[in-house]
């Protein structure tokens, strides 16, 4: 969708937006009613925004702004302004490699379709980066805001727990104190 499109399918009036975007500045003309979801998917091609409900109740469209979740559905690319936004691309600078997190889930099988799992992944960085461990209850908790219909959840919780162990521990995930 080109830039004109948006504009005509918002009907609004626009405004420069300047933030942080995987690390990168970004500063665009953007239709002031456009989401921060539709933002990142049409203008910047991050298409790890997966739009499920549009409503704010399935969490597929999670981000994290500032480092903490935001439902990208329900914001306005104009609130985000002066944040820092980060989207599944930007967990490893290395195409090739994986972070922590992702190798976790795929060692868990902790996706299946992959429509909930880069919103799955972003909520694991921001619940583990404080490097408290958490049983699976609390991980069942952390995790509860985002929808999943494939896994059962069981295996995104084996995940969130290994991929802790990964970055407290390193990548092996096995700490010193349990070998």
Do not use: W
Request: net charge negative; glycine share 8%; proline share 2%.
């Amino acid at each position: 969708m080109t830039t004109t499109e948006n504009h005509s399918k918002y009907d609004s009036d626009t405004r420069a937006v300047t933030l942080r975007v995987n690390g990168r500045e970004v500063t665009r003309e953007v239709p002031t009613r456009q989401t921060l979801a539709d933002f990142l998917r049409d203008d910047l091609d991050l298409v790890s925004v997966h739009l499920g409900c549009e409503h704010g109740v399935c969490g597929c469209c999670t981000v994290l702004l500032d480092g903490g979740s935001v439902r990208s559905c329900l914001m306005l690319a104009v609130q985000a302004v002066g944040h820092e936004v980060e989207t599944v691309e930007s967990l490893s600078a290395d195409q090739n490699a994986l972070h922590p997190i992702q190798e976790a889930f795929a060692e868990e099988q902790g996706l299946q379709c992959g429509f909930c799992t880069p919103a799955m992944v972003l909520r694991t960085k921001e619940i583990l980066a404080d490097g408290v461990e958490r049983s699976d209850d609390e991980v069942r908790n952390e995790i509860s805001g985002i929808l999943c219909r494939c896994t059962g959840y069981q295996n995104i919780i084996n995940a969130v727990q290994n991929a802790g162990r990964k970055l407290r521990c390193g990548n092996s995930g096995t700490c010193a104190k349990e070998a």
